[in-house]
């Protein structure tokens, strides 16, 4: 037994927020996935998703910028520094000094909004889906679980979740990272 002092406290764990909990999100997928997707689940996970992935987006479209940008004015300040080996440069030079300042301060704003939004559809996508197969599984007759194993339910919960986690988690690097 834990001293009282070492054990966790519901006041320890992170409180989900109210739209990312199954109560909220379930309903929600229920009416978007019979009404008006008429039962298209990718389009009904994009509905879900979007909010938070498209900005995810965006924020990694600063990213991009930025991470091309450090290199450019790099080399600019390097160019001033080698043009002008023994005067002082510093009225030329500070303001790629601030630009590369800036640049880094938005690559690390951009990196972590976009990791942070784009986590946040992933979970919201992955509470939808456990939610759907754990309704689907607890209204299924003895004859619809014949042949259902309790691995193939634990693989779509567990495995298979986490791989559509994954896809959004890191979705935006099919387009940014050729760039």
Same mark, same amino acid.
């Given at each position: 037994?834990?001293?009282?002092?070492?054990?966790?406290?519901? =006041?320890?764990?992170?409180?989900?927020? =109210?739209?990312?909990?199954? =109560?909220?999100?379930?309903?929600?997928?229920?009416?978007?996935?019979?009404?008006?997707?008429?039962?298209?689940?990718?389009?009904?996970?994009?509905?879900?998703?979007?909010?938070?992935?498209?900005?995810?987006?965006?924020?990694?479209?600063?990213?991009?910028?930025?991470?091309?940008?450090?290199?450019?004015?790099?080399?600019?300040?390097?160019?001033?520094?080698?043009?002008?080996?023994?005067?002082?440069?510093?009225?030329? /030079?500070?303001?790629?000094?601030?630009?590369?300042?800036? /640049?880094?301060?938005?690559?690390?704003?951009?990196?972590?909004?976009?990791?942070?939004?784009?986590?946040?559809?992933?979970?919201?996508? !992955?509470?939808?889906?456990?939610?759907?197969?754990?309704? !689907?599984?607890? !209204?299924?007759?003895?004859?619809?679980? !014949?042949?259902?194993?309790?691995?193939?339910?634990?693989?779509?919960?567990?495995?298979?979740?986490?791989?559509?986690?994954?896809?959004? /988690?890191?979705?935006?690097?099919?387009? =940014?990272?050729?760039?």
């Amino acid at each position: 037994q834990l001293p009282q002092q070492l054990q966790l406290n519901p =006041s320890d764990l992170y409180a989900a927020p =109210s739209l990312m909990r199954t =109560s909220i999100l379930r309903p929600k997928f229920n009416t978007i996935y019979t009404s008006t997707h008429d039962g298209n689940l990718t389009k009904t996970l994009w509905e879900l998703a979007s909010p938070s992935f498209l900005p995810a987006g965006f924020a990694q479209l600063i990213t991009v910028i930025a991470q091309v940008a450090v290199p450019i004015f790099v080399w600019q300040l390097l160019r001033i520094l080698e043009a002008n080996p023994s005067s002082n440069v510093f009225a030329e /030079a500070i303001p790629y000094v601030f630009l590369i300042l800036l /640049a880094d301060v938005a690559n690390a704003y951009g990196t972590h909004r976009q990791r942070f939004l784009a986590m946040k559809s992933g979970v919201t996508i !992955r509470i939808a889906i456990i939610g759907a197969i754990y309704e !689907r599984v607890l !209204r299924l007759t003895p004859g619809g679980r !014949r042949g259902l194993t309790t691995g193939a339910v634990t693989n779509l919960f567990a495995i298979d979740t986490q791989k559509i986690f994954e896809v959004t /988690a890191e979705g935006h690097l099919l387009w =940014s990272a050729p760039l």
